[in-house]
């Protein structure tokens, strides 16, 4: 059985109610969710509250009590937890900018996320607020966006999880990373 057969039968199981399947995934997954929420991090430019390993364990809190869902695969769990990830960043964001007044937002550069190179950060409330504003327009596009960038899906795997084709994923990806530009920096 491979891979993702296999941490598929976990999710399902830990779904169920398997407490030992459950100890199984997190020791499957808790080593990639640590490199995703090391590189959500990198590029945060202030003082950081929250380190890779308490975002993801906050992540595993907050999924933890998704029970009800039913897993269809690793990349369901990834898509799940991707937007587990944003919530969690945006939520610290917001705490942070509201004692602070704006100050000390979170920045996440886009590198990672094949945006065109610039050498400022972003701010992780304005990318959150234009991804809304994508969806609204595009919610495929922002689906993406959110895949890619918050998971680190391949274009295959968010096209698997999607349920759409390569080609749909690749075109979704270009139409937001240029939208995202012109929203987030100005520049067409």
């Known amino acids: 059985m491979n891979q993702a057969v296999e941490l598929t039968v976990l999710l399902r199981a830990w779904a169920a109610g398997d407490d030992d399947a459950e100890a199984a ?3 499957e997954m ?3 969710l ?3 929420a090391r590189s959500k991090l990198r590029g945060e430019v202030s003082a950081r509250p929250m380190d890779a390993t308490e975002l993801v364990h906050e992540v595993y809190i907050r999924l933890v009590h998704q029970r009800q869902i039913d897993w269809r695969s690793r990349d369901h769990f990834f898509a799940m937890a991707a937007t587990v990830i944003r919530r969690v960043l945006v939520d610290q964001a917001r705490r942070r900018q509201s004692c602070k007044r704006g100050s000390g937002a979170v ?3 886009l590198a990672e996320a094949n945006l065109p190179h610039h ?3 972003l701010d992780l409330l304005a990318l959150d607020r234009a991804l809304a ?3 609204a327009i595009r919610q495929t596009a922002a689906r993406v966006v959110e895949l890619r960038f918050f998971a680190g899906l391949s274009i295959e795997d968010t096209a698997t999880t999607l ?3 390569r080609t749909t ?3 979704q990806w270009r139409f937001a990373r240029a939208w995202l530009t012109e929203q987030l920096l100005g520049t067409a």
């Open 25 to 27: 995934l997190f020791a």
């Open 30 to 32: 808790y080593p990639r």
């Open 34 to 36: 640590r490199r995703l």
């Open 107 to 109: 920045h996440v550069s």
């Open 119 to 121: 050498p400022w950060a």
């Open 133 to 135: 504003d994508l969806a």
């Open 163 to 165: 349920h759409v084709g």
């Open 169 to 171: 994923v690749i075109r």
